[in-house]
Protein backbone atom coordinates (compact mmCIF):
# COMPACT_ATOMS: atom_id res chain seq x y z
CA UNK A 1 0.00 0.00 0.00
CA UNK A 2 1.38 3.29 -0.67
CA UNK A 3 1.90 5.87 1.38
CA UNK A 4 -0.80 8.27 -0.04
CA UNK A 5 -3.17 5.19 0.43
CA UNK A 6 -1.97 4.66 4.10
CA UNK A 7 -2.75 8.27 4.58
CA UNK A 8 -6.19 8.80 3.43
CA UNK A 9 -7.60 5.40 5.03
CA UNK A 10 -6.19 7.01 8.38
CA UNK A 11 -7.68 10.27 7.78
CA UNK A 12 -11.10 8.52 6.53
CA UNK A 13 -10.89 6.55 9.61
CA UNK A 14 -10.14 9.31 11.64
CA UNK A 15 -13.48 11.02 9.89
CA UNK A 16 -15.02 8.24 10.61
CA UNK A 17 -14.83 8.26 14.61
CA UNK A 18 -15.45 12.38 14.42
CA UNK A 19 -18.77 12.51 12.93
CA UNK A 20 -20.36 9.85 15.02
CA UNK A 21 -19.52 12.71 18.22
CA UNK A 22 -23.06 15.15 18.53
CA UNK A 23 -23.20 18.53 17.65
CA UNK A 24 -21.97 20.73 20.15
CA UNK A 25 -25.37 22.61 21.61
CA UNK A 26 -26.92 25.81 20.26
CA UNK A 27 -24.62 25.88 17.14
CA UNK A 28 -27.18 27.34 14.16
CA UNK A 29 -27.99 27.29 10.13
CA UNK A 30 -28.32 30.24 8.06
CA UNK A 31 -29.91 29.18 4.82
CA UNK A 32 -28.89 32.22 2.75
CA UNK A 33 -31.64 32.09 -0.05
CA UNK A 34 -29.68 34.63 -2.66
CA UNK A 35 -31.59 38.00 -2.64
CA UNK A 36 -33.35 38.25 0.67
CA UNK A 37 -30.85 40.63 2.84
CA UNK A 38 -28.72 37.22 3.70
CA UNK A 39 -25.47 39.49 3.01
CA UNK A 40 -26.38 41.90 5.55
CA UNK A 41 -27.35 39.04 8.17
CA UNK A 42 -24.15 37.21 7.66
CA UNK A 43 -22.30 40.44 8.52
CA UNK A 44 -24.37 41.13 11.22
CA UNK A 45 -22.93 37.65 12.63
CA UNK A 46 -19.74 38.27 12.16
CA UNK A 47 -19.79 41.69 13.62
CA UNK A 48 -21.25 39.88 16.76
CA UNK A 49 -19.08 36.44 17.05
CA UNK A 50 -15.96 37.13 14.46
CA UNK A 51 -15.13 35.65 11.31
CA UNK A 52 -13.98 32.51 12.74
CA UNK A 53 -17.03 32.04 14.51
CA UNK A 54 -19.27 31.94 11.35
CA UNK A 55 -18.21 29.06 8.98
CA UNK A 56 -19.36 29.62 5.36
CA UNK A 57 -20.34 27.37 2.49
CA UNK A 58 -20.42 28.63 -1.11
CA UNK A 59 -19.86 25.87 -2.78
CA UNK A 60 -16.53 23.17 -3.10
CA UNK A 61 -14.58 25.71 -5.23
CA UNK A 62 -15.39 29.22 -4.07
CA UNK A 63 -13.07 31.20 -1.90
CA UNK A 64 -15.54 32.47 0.63
CA UNK A 65 -16.32 28.83 1.64
CA UNK A 66 -14.38 28.22 5.29
CA UNK A 67 -11.17 26.01 4.89
CA UNK A 68 -12.74 23.90 8.04
CA UNK A 69 -15.75 23.58 5.40
CA UNK A 70 -13.71 22.10 3.05
CA UNK A 71 -11.35 19.83 4.65
CA UNK A 72 -14.55 17.81 6.68
CA UNK A 73 -17.02 18.25 4.92
CA UNK A 74 -16.13 18.27 0.51
CA UNK A 75 -12.53 16.64 1.30
CA UNK A 76 -14.42 13.32 2.64
CA UNK A 77 -17.66 13.98 0.76
CA UNK A 78 -19.77 13.93 4.09
CA UNK A 79 -22.13 16.42 4.79
CA UNK A 80 -21.83 14.80 9.08
CA UNK A 81 -18.14 16.06 8.87
CA UNK A 82 -20.07 19.66 9.64
CA UNK A 83 -19.64 18.56 12.76
CA UNK A 84 -15.70 18.47 13.01
CA UNK A 85 -16.05 22.08 11.08
CA UNK A 86 -17.76 23.33 14.20
CA UNK A 87 -14.94 21.50 16.64
CA UNK A 88 -12.43 22.48 14.94
CA UNK A 89 -13.40 26.64 14.88
CA UNK A 90 -15.47 26.86 17.78
CA UNK A 91 -17.77 28.30 15.55
CA UNK A 92 -21.39 29.33 16.23
CA UNK A 93 -23.24 29.23 12.72
CA UNK A 94 -22.71 28.04 9.57
CA UNK A 95 -24.04 30.11 6.29
CA UNK A 96 -23.93 29.46 2.66
CA UNK A 97 -25.83 29.44 -0.59
CA UNK A 98 -27.18 25.75 -0.03
CA UNK A 99 -30.54 24.08 0.23
CA UNK A 100 -32.11 23.25 3.72
CA UNK A 101 -31.80 19.49 3.64
CA UNK A 102 -27.67 19.36 3.38
CA UNK A 103 -27.07 20.66 7.40
CA UNK A 104 -30.80 20.79 8.95
CA UNK A 105 -30.96 17.07 9.74
CA UNK A 106 -27.68 17.23 11.48
CA UNK A 107 -28.54 21.10 13.20
CA UNK A 108 -31.88 21.13 13.52
CA UNK A 109 -34.93 22.87 12.34
CA UNK A 110 -35.77 24.41 15.37
CA UNK A 111 -31.57 25.82 15.19
CA UNK A 112 -32.14 27.11 11.67
CA UNK A 113 -32.97 30.32 10.22
CA UNK A 114 -33.77 32.03 6.84
CA UNK A 115 -35.36 34.88 5.32
CA UNK A 116 -38.39 35.20 2.99
CA UNK A 117 -38.66 37.82 0.53
CA UNK A 118 -41.61 39.11 -1.49
CA UNK A 119 -41.03 37.26 -4.74
CA UNK A 120 -41.78 39.19 -8.03
CA UNK A 121 -38.92 42.00 -5.96
CA UNK A 122 -36.39 39.05 -4.95
CA UNK A 123 -36.52 37.92 -9.08
CA UNK A 124 -36.28 41.41 -10.05
CA UNK A 125 -32.81 41.97 -7.99
CA UNK A 126 -31.24 38.63 -8.53
CA UNK A 127 -31.76 39.52 -12.33
CA UNK A 128 -29.81 42.43 -11.72
CA UNK A 129 -27.38 40.82 -9.83
CA UNK A 130 -26.77 38.06 -12.51
CA UNK A 131 -26.58 41.04 -15.34
CA UNK A 132 -23.70 43.10 -12.91
CA UNK A 133 -21.55 40.34 -11.61
CA UNK A 134 -22.48 36.57 -13.39
CA UNK A 135 -22.94 38.39 -17.24
CA UNK A 136 -26.27 37.08 -17.80
CA UNK A 137 -27.27 38.11 -21.05
CA UNK A 138 -30.97 38.57 -21.40
CA UNK A 139 -33.99 40.67 -20.50
CA UNK A 140 -35.94 40.58 -17.29
CA UNK A 141 -38.84 38.22 -18.88
CA UNK A 142 -35.60 36.04 -19.87
CA UNK A 143 -34.33 35.54 -17.08
CA UNK A 144 -37.42 35.08 -14.85
CA UNK A 145 -38.50 31.88 -17.32
CA UNK A 146 -35.81 29.68 -16.48
CA UNK A 147 -36.26 27.17 -14.81
CA UNK A 148 -33.37 26.89 -12.32
CA UNK A 149 -34.71 30.87 -11.39
CA UNK A 150 -38.34 30.20 -10.89
CA UNK A 151 -39.86 29.77 -7.07
CA UNK A 152 -36.33 29.71 -5.89
CA UNK A 153 -37.37 30.19 -2.22
CA UNK A 154 -39.33 27.04 -2.27
CA UNK A 155 -36.84 24.96 -3.78
CA UNK A 156 -33.80 26.37 -1.32
CA UNK A 157 -36.08 25.00 1.45
CA UNK A 158 -36.76 21.95 -0.11
CA UNK A 159 -40.38 22.81 -0.05
CA UNK A 160 -40.80 22.34 3.69
CA UNK A 161 -43.16 24.55 5.51
CA UNK A 162 -41.57 27.70 7.16
CA UNK A 163 -43.26 26.83 10.50
CA UNK A 164 -41.12 24.06 11.32
CA UNK A 165 -38.62 26.46 10.68
CA UNK A 166 -36.74 27.78 13.80
CA UNK A 167 -36.40 31.53 12.64
CA UNK A 168 -38.23 32.79 9.50
CA UNK A 169 -37.31 36.66 9.19
CA UNK A 170 -38.82 38.73 6.42
CA UNK A 171 -37.04 40.43 4.32
CA UNK A 172 -39.09 43.83 4.21
CA UNK A 173 -39.38 43.95 7.83
CA UNK A 174 -35.39 43.16 8.58
CA UNK A 175 -35.26 45.14 11.76
CA UNK A 176 -38.30 43.05 13.61
CA UNK A 177 -36.25 40.04 12.22
CA UNK A 178 -33.19 40.60 14.05
CA UNK A 179 -35.61 41.86 17.10
CA UNK A 180 -37.03 38.20 16.95
CA UNK A 181 -33.27 36.65 16.57
CA UNK A 182 -31.80 38.74 19.47
CA UNK A 183 -35.19 37.27 21.54
CA UNK A 184 -34.66 34.02 20.66
CA UNK A 185 -31.19 32.93 20.71
CA UNK A 186 -29.81 35.63 23.14
CA UNK A 187 -28.02 37.16 20.63
CA UNK A 188 -26.53 40.67 20.73
CA UNK A 189 -26.87 41.58 16.79
CA UNK A 190 -26.36 44.86 16.06
CA UNK A 191 -29.41 46.44 13.93
CA UNK A 192 -27.26 46.70 10.69
CA UNK A 193 -29.04 47.10 7.48
CA UNK A 194 -26.44 48.13 5.32
CA UNK A 195 -28.40 50.73 3.86
CA UNK A 196 -31.29 47.53 3.01
CA UNK A 197 -34.31 50.14 3.07
CA UNK A 198 -32.06 52.16 0.38
CA UNK A 199 -31.48 48.90 -1.81
CA UNK A 200 -34.48 47.54 -1.05
CA UNK A 201 -36.02 51.05 -2.40
CA UNK A 202 -33.41 51.43 -5.34
CA UNK A 203 -34.39 47.80 -6.60
CA UNK A 204 -37.44 48.61 -7.57
CA UNK A 205 -38.42 48.89 -11.02
CA UNK A 206 -41.48 49.75 -13.10
CA UNK A 207 -43.17 46.96 -14.17
CA UNK A 208 -45.63 46.39 -16.79
CA UNK A 209 -49.01 45.00 -15.80
CA UNK A 210 -48.12 41.81 -18.14
CA UNK A 211 -44.24 41.19 -16.48
CA UNK A 212 -45.94 41.37 -12.91
CA UNK A 213 -48.48 38.87 -14.07
CA UNK A 214 -46.07 36.67 -15.60
CA UNK A 215 -43.09 36.87 -13.23
CA UNK A 216 -46.04 36.21 -10.41
CA UNK A 217 -47.53 33.27 -12.04
CA UNK A 218 -44.39 31.70 -12.17
CA UNK A 219 -43.19 31.93 -9.26
CA UNK A 220 -46.72 30.80 -7.53
CA UNK A 221 -45.07 28.85 -5.03
CA UNK A 222 -42.88 31.34 -4.01
CA UNK A 223 -45.96 33.58 -3.31
CA UNK A 224 -47.63 31.20 -1.31
CA UNK A 225 -44.70 30.63 0.94
CA UNK A 226 -44.23 34.10 1.60
CA UNK A 227 -48.15 34.24 2.72
CA UNK A 228 -47.39 31.61 4.80
CA UNK A 229 -43.85 33.07 5.96
CA UNK A 230 -45.78 36.17 6.67
CA UNK A 231 -48.41 34.22 8.87
CA UNK A 232 -45.48 32.46 10.66
CA UNK A 233 -43.78 35.96 11.39
CA UNK A 234 -46.61 37.75 12.35
CA UNK A 235 -47.17 35.53 15.19
CA UNK A 236 -43.28 35.08 15.88
CA UNK A 237 -43.47 39.35 16.19
CA UNK A 238 -46.45 39.51 18.24
CA UNK A 239 -45.53 36.88 20.82
CA UNK A 240 -42.16 39.13 21.52
CA UNK A 241 -44.27 42.71 21.31
CA UNK A 242 -46.51 40.78 24.17
CA UNK A 243 -43.93 39.78 26.13
CA UNK A 244 -45.05 36.20 26.03
CA UNK A 245 -42.29 33.06 26.13
CA UNK A 246 -43.94 31.07 23.41
CA UNK A 247 -43.90 31.10 19.98
CA UNK A 248 -46.68 28.73 18.40
CA UNK A 249 -46.42 26.61 15.20
CA UNK A 250 -48.88 24.45 13.53
CA UNK A 251 -50.38 22.58 10.16
CA UNK A 252 -53.68 21.64 8.96
CA UNK A 253 -51.80 18.72 6.70
CA UNK A 254 -55.61 17.05 5.55
CA UNK A 255 -59.44 18.14 6.35
CA UNK A 256 -61.95 16.68 4.58
CA UNK A 257 -65.24 14.99 6.07
CA UNK A 258 -64.71 11.57 5.45
CA UNK A 259 -61.12 11.33 7.67
CA UNK A 260 -61.00 14.27 9.69
CA UNK A 261 -58.57 16.89 10.26
CA UNK A 262 -55.10 16.51 10.82
CA UNK A 263 -51.72 17.78 10.99
CA UNK A 264 -48.88 19.36 13.75
CA UNK A 265 -48.36 21.68 16.19
CA UNK A 266 -45.58 23.31 18.67
CA UNK A 267 -44.33 25.56 20.89
CA UNK A 268 -40.71 26.52 19.56
CA UNK A 269 -39.72 28.00 23.12
CA UNK A 270 -41.19 24.81 24.73
CA UNK A 271 -40.86 20.95 24.71
CA UNK A 272 -44.15 20.86 26.46
CA UNK A 273 -47.23 19.61 24.01
CA UNK A 274 -48.70 22.47 22.50
CA UNK A 275 -52.78 22.28 23.05
CA UNK A 276 -54.63 24.05 20.14
CA UNK A 277 -58.33 24.88 19.35
CA UNK A 278 -59.89 23.57 16.39
CA UNK A 279 -62.45 26.28 15.17
CA UNK A 280 -64.86 25.07 12.11
CA UNK A 281 -67.10 28.13 10.96
CA UNK A 282 -66.08 30.35 13.28
CA UNK A 283 -66.96 27.45 16.32
CA UNK A 284 -64.61 26.20 18.24
CA UNK A 285 -65.11 22.38 18.33
CA UNK A 286 -62.52 20.76 20.01
CA UNK A 287 -59.41 21.44 22.17
CA UNK A 288 -56.58 18.98 21.50
CA UNK A 289 -53.42 17.64 22.83
CA UNK A 290 -50.79 17.60 20.09
CA UNK A 291 -48.81 14.02 21.40
CA UNK A 292 -48.79 12.21 18.03
CA UNK A 293 -45.70 10.98 16.45
CA UNK A 294 -45.19 12.72 12.73
CA UNK A 295 -41.74 10.12 11.97
CA UNK A 296 -41.31 12.28 8.42
CA UNK A 297 -40.83 15.32 11.01
CA UNK A 298 -38.42 13.44 13.61
CA UNK A 299 -35.69 13.40 11.38
CA UNK A 300 -35.53 16.97 10.84
CA UNK A 301 -34.84 17.41 15.07
CA UNK A 302 -38.42 18.93 15.73
CA UNK A 303 -39.29 19.89 18.82
CA UNK A 304 -40.27 17.21 21.00
CA UNK A 305 -39.01 14.09 18.69
CA UNK A 306 -41.97 14.43 16.25
CA UNK A 307 -44.47 13.87 18.81
CA UNK A 308 -46.47 16.84 17.52
CA UNK A 309 -49.26 15.41 15.71
CA UNK A 310 -53.09 15.67 16.30
CA UNK A 311 -56.27 14.40 14.73
CA UNK A 312 -59.76 15.39 15.01
CA UNK A 313 -62.97 13.56 13.90
CA UNK A 314 -66.17 15.07 13.38
CA UNK A 315 -69.66 13.14 12.14
CA UNK A 316 -71.07 16.63 11.08
CA UNK A 317 -67.76 18.34 9.48
CA UNK A 318 -69.08 18.97 5.59
CA UNK A 319 -66.99 19.46 2.45
CA UNK A 320 -66.40 23.33 2.48
CA UNK A 321 -66.36 24.37 6.06
CA UNK A 322 -64.02 26.47 6.65
CA UNK A 323 -61.47 25.40 9.42
CA UNK A 324 -59.04 27.12 11.54
CA UNK A 325 -56.65 25.66 14.03
CA UNK A 326 -55.00 28.44 17.40
CA UNK A 327 -52.93 27.81 19.52
CA UNK A 328 -55.05 27.96 23.36
CA UNK A 329 -52.82 30.01 25.06
CA UNK A 330 -52.18 32.69 22.76
CA UNK A 331 -54.84 32.23 20.61
CA UNK A 332 -52.87 32.95 17.54
CA UNK A 333 -53.71 31.76 13.71
CA UNK A 334 -51.75 29.01 12.91
CA UNK A 335 -53.47 27.79 9.73
CA UNK A 336 -56.48 27.73 8.15
CA UNK A 337 -58.05 25.73 5.02
CA UNK A 338 -61.29 23.98 3.98
CA UNK A 339 -62.83 20.60 3.92
Known sequence: M????????KHQARSSEATTLPLPPQKKFFVHIPKT??????QSAVDCFGQKKILQDYGSKRAATSSSVKSCVY???????????????????ISGHVQIAKYAGIIGLPN????IREPVSRVVSHY???????????????????????NTQTRVLCQLDPALIGIIGITEQYQESIDIINRRWNWTLNQRKDNISDKLSGLKVSLSSEETAEITNLNLKDLALYDRAILVFGNSLA??????????RGKISAASAN??????????FSDQAAEIDVVVNKEVRANLKCTDFRPILAGWKVPRSG?????????????????????????????????
Open 2 to 9: SLFSRLKQ
Open 37 to 42: AGTSFR
Open 75 to 93: LPDDVTGVTDAFANSGAVM
Open 112 to 115: TISF
Open 128 to 150: RHMLRDEGFDGDLLMFANQPKYR
Open 239 to 248: CLKSGSNSDP
Open 259 to 268: HGISGWAFDM
Open 307 to 339: YIGYHFRSETLKDGDEIEIRDSKNHLLLDSTRA
